[in-house]
């Protein structure tokens, strides 16, 4: 009751299925018990009742147990976090101070603000802009790395989901290493790019799932619903919005993890990336979109399941990226476009970029099925660098491609910005 008591304090649901799992290991060494006693109970009646006895002494004292076991770790309920299989996650170190950013462990939003301002004073060729404020008041902010004045961008967001707290590592980490790494390949790439990049572009829901409800996905704007709040920002784009052919009732609940919101771009965090993406969008060149979890390299399409008419183009791209991935994290890694590699998602980041921004655009699913949404500090510089290796090989390929002119032939024959006034059905 305890546990139970907790985890529907801070909206975790399946308490009975968490709690079997955290008593499981004091479970261990009795399940031997009872297979030595089934045995004889096949001798004796008189065994049988004996173990029935036995069985029901020990499942009153369970739950005892099983606290006792977690009052000897100093386990603070606070800091309890449930994944869809319902694991106990530890060794994951939170940092809300203003004053300082742990590379090596998550950040609250506040951290990192203060964090991108500090490198802003720190260089003369970075700045902060504004692109919006949330429903709650905070801002929507962009770190621009602009060395030599280039106008080939590279834009970047991560945490548009925000209990997806190692893309924003990821994005940070990329900063971090951009700005410190001494190398021919890093400065080259300094000299000839523009990076724009979004570490947080949900802050209500991130500040919510950091210091609330660790699960939570969503922005945290009223919906009208007296119980259900947010609307998923990556629901809520043109592109797609309207063409559902599975899921509709679920993206129209309101109290759906995937409720796209009343229209296209309705809230200000959708509206506010497009806002920037649109100022920028003649000399944007790539765009990733980071989420967890999954191990996969995708573009769109994810509203339908059409190929772009630059796959090969993109192929190229994924392919190398997932070459690198394996030689520097392994495991298992999907390419694709969203629909065929995950499933249809309408109103998706990747699928509004590709379409009225920039032909080369992704979504980059980070961690794998056995981290899943919470990987520990000791993983997390893991996940980054890959990351940021996979990253320079693109840049360092589109560089090529663009200086060879590759990258224009392919633009040219295969792909046509288009404006949101003349937006067609078809790519």
């Not at 099983?66 to 994951?92: G, H, M, P």
């Not at 967001?157 to 925000?162: E, F, G, K, T, V």
């Not at 192929?315 to 065929?340: C, F, P």
Request: proline content about 2%; overall charge positive.
């Amino acid at each position: 009751n305890e546990y139970k008591s907790y985890l529907s304090k801070y909206n975790i649901k399946h308490a009975d299925q968490l709690i079997t799992h955290v008593t499981e290991s004091s479970s261990r060494d009795w399940k031997k018990i009872y297979g030595a006693l089934s045995m004889v109970t096949s001798c004796s009646v008189g065994w049988l009742a004996l173990w029935i006895s036995f069985l029901v002494l020990h499942l009153l004292g369970d739950a005892a147990l099983s606290t006792r076991q977690l009052k000897r770790r100093n386990v603070d309920f606070a800091k309890l976090f449930a994944s869809e299989s319902y694991r106990w996650i530890e060794d994951i170190t939170t940092n809300s101070n203003t004053n300082y950013y742990n590379y090596t462990g998550y950040n609250s939003y506040d951290s990192i603000r203060s964090e991108l301002y500090r490198l802003e004073k720190k260089y003369n060729f970075v700045k902060v802009e504004k692109f919006g404020s949330t429903y709650e008041r905070r801002d929507l902010i962009a770190l621009h790395i602009n060395k030599n004045k280039s106008n080939q961008i590279v834009f970047l967001n991560s945490l548009i989901h925000a209990r997806e707290w190692i893309t924003g590592c990821v994005t940070m980490s990329i900063i971090e290493r951009l700005l410190s790494f001494k190398s021919d390949v890093i400065t080259d790439l300094l000299n000839y790019y523009h990076f724009i990049i979004v570490p947080v572009l949900n802050p209500d829901g991130y500040h919510y799932s950091f210091t609330k409800n660790r699960m939570w996905r969503k922005n945290r704007e009223k919906t009208g619903h007296p119980n259900c709040v947010g609307v998923d920002i990556n629901r809520n784009f043109a592109y797609g919005f309207d063409s559902y052919q599975v899921d509709k009732k679920e993206a129209d609940d309101k109290c759906s993890g995937a409720y796209r919101g009343t229209h296209a771009l309705c809230t200000a965090e959708s509206s506010g990336l497009h806002k920037i993406l649109t100022k920028y969008k003649h000399n944007i060149k790539y765009y990733i979109d980071y989420h967890s979890y999954g191990n996969m390299w995708t573009n769109a399409y994810g509203a339908h399941n059409w190929l772009p008419k630059n796959e090969v183009q993109l192929k190229r791209y994924r392919e190398k990226a997932v070459n690198v991935l394996l030689k520097t994290i392994g495991g298992i890694w999907l390419s694709g476009n969203v629909y065929d590699v995950i499933y249809q998602a309408n109103g998706i980041a990747v699928d509004h970029v590709h379409y009225f921004i920039t032909p080369i655009a992704f979504t980059v699913e980070v961690g794998d099925d056995v981290d899943e949404f919470n990987p520990p500090d000791t993983r997390i510089q893991t996940y980054t660098i890959s990351q940021f290796r996979a990253l320079v090989s693109q840049l360092v390929m589109l560089k090529r491609e663009i200086l060879s002119g590759q990258y224009n032939k392919d633009r040219t024959r295969n792909w046509k910005r288009t404006s949101m006034k003349k937006r067609r059905s078809v790519d």
